[in-house]
């Protein structure tokens, strides 16, 4: 049995739940997601709580009721106040700027670099160089983010690139001259 999935989720006030067999909806100020849970998974609501049960035996029994749990807290975070993932373009004249639902980047490419947001994922740049992504998803906001920084990864002499926020690069030392 898993111990993240033994906690109960709550629920605030302002969020619906609707819960039938292999499938959550959640409703909130953000929006509305829904979610299908993995074979055996079952979710029942107490009160103002949500609590995962899933089969005590099998071989990945713990980890699908610990992700499961996770899911579903995060589908009702994301109803409620959403998500947001900061990236920070680091290096001479790169700069982002958002273009109705695209994001145009100058990453020292010959050419600007044009990048479509998908639909529920917004984006808000500050200072040129810090783009701030919000979405109620928090999988489909990873996914943007991880794409976003794979047109231009941190590389580890310079540091230039797009990083996470949160990220640290590991720096390597240049070439040395010899004596």
């Known amino acids: 049995m898993s111990r993240i999935g033994r906690q109960p989720v709550a629920v605030p006030a302002g969020v619906t739940t609707t819960l039938s067999p292999g499938t959550v909806v959640a409703k909130g100020a953000k929006g509305e997601l829904s979610l299908r849970l993995p074979e055996g998974v079952e979710v029942t609501q107490e009160g103002q709580t949500l609590v995962v049960h899933a089969p005590a035996t099998g071989k990945n029994a713990g980890a699908v009721h610990g992700l499961s749990r996770s899911l579903v807290a995060n589908l009702i975070q994301g109803v409620h106040k959403g998500f947001q993932r900061e990236l920070q373009l680091v290096g001479v004249g790169y700069r ?48 943007v983010a991880a794409d976003i920084r794979a047109l231009r990864p941190p590389e580890p002499y310079k540091g230039k690139g797009v990083r996470y926020a949160d990220e640290h690069v590991r720096r390597k030392a240049g070439k040395s001259a010899k004596k």
């Open 96 to 143: 982002a700027a958002v273009k109705g639902q695209d994001v145009e980047f100058a990453l020292g490419f010959s050419h600007p670099v044009v990048f479509p947001l998908p639909s529920g994922v917004g984006a808000q740049v500050e200072g040129n160089q810090k783009l701030t992504l919000m979405s109620m998803d928090k999988q489909l906001l990873g996914q």
